[in-house]
């Protein structure tokens, strides 16, 4: 009698109680725009059992981006574009980091250590990555792929929420325009985003997209020549149902009349 190989460790990381791995949204959108978001989910795959934290600390903005799954939903149904949202936390794994980068299975996270990311071994690491990162950005290359069969050059739009205080800082911006070296995007929508009522809009604000600390980006964007930028919006601003809808109406708003321009769906510079 023959034994059966052993299963692969990603096999035993998401159990038949896990969800899956991403999200995808309105894929037969017929907008050529792409809505990423890494960071939308806190799931935690119930053999990590909570990564040793408490339901509190996995409530923070330390395990997901609060608010911006919603946010995202919304603004892809409301212009019928396909998005693919993460699900499982960034303390399980980052979706927006290098696989060899020391953050992405952070053993600290904004002071609070997480006791199960402790003393991984390569074998582990890779579990997380097979079970959790390789899906969500391979479901992303799948819709570009489709786009590029279809002739189509999409936008792609990244969306985060970062937190209101930040070592003890005030953040005084409402929103944030991320970006680097293509300025297709990024140009238009912060001239759009200044002209709305009482905005503070920060510019590579309050992070910068020059860091080259992010992922998918320029793993699927750049790499593609797309039209691109990464959306970071406060999350005491959409931390509810009525915050979200009111961001949802003043970014479709927004997007709309930026979009409307044939050339951001033509290939740039890689």
Known sequence: ????????????????????SFELLNPEGAAPILFVCDHAGRAIPASLDRLGLDEAALTRHIAWDIGIAELTRDLALRLAAPAVLSTYSRLVIDCNRRLDDPTSIPAVSDGVPVPANLGLTPAARNARAEACFLPYHGAIDRLLDDFTRRGLSPVFISMHSFTPVFQGFERPWHIGVLWDRDPRLPAPLLAALAEEPGLVVGDNQPYTGRSRRGFSIPSHAESRGLTHALLEVRQN?????????????????????VLDEPSLYRAGPS
């Open 237 to 257: 601003l959409i931390d509810t149902h009525h915050g979200v809808a009111e961001w949802a109406d003043r970014l479709e708003r927004v997007l709309r009349r």
């Open 1 to 20: 009698m023959s034994l059966a190989a052993p299963l692969p460790a990603s096999a035993l990381m998401l159990g038949p109680s896990d969800p899956p």
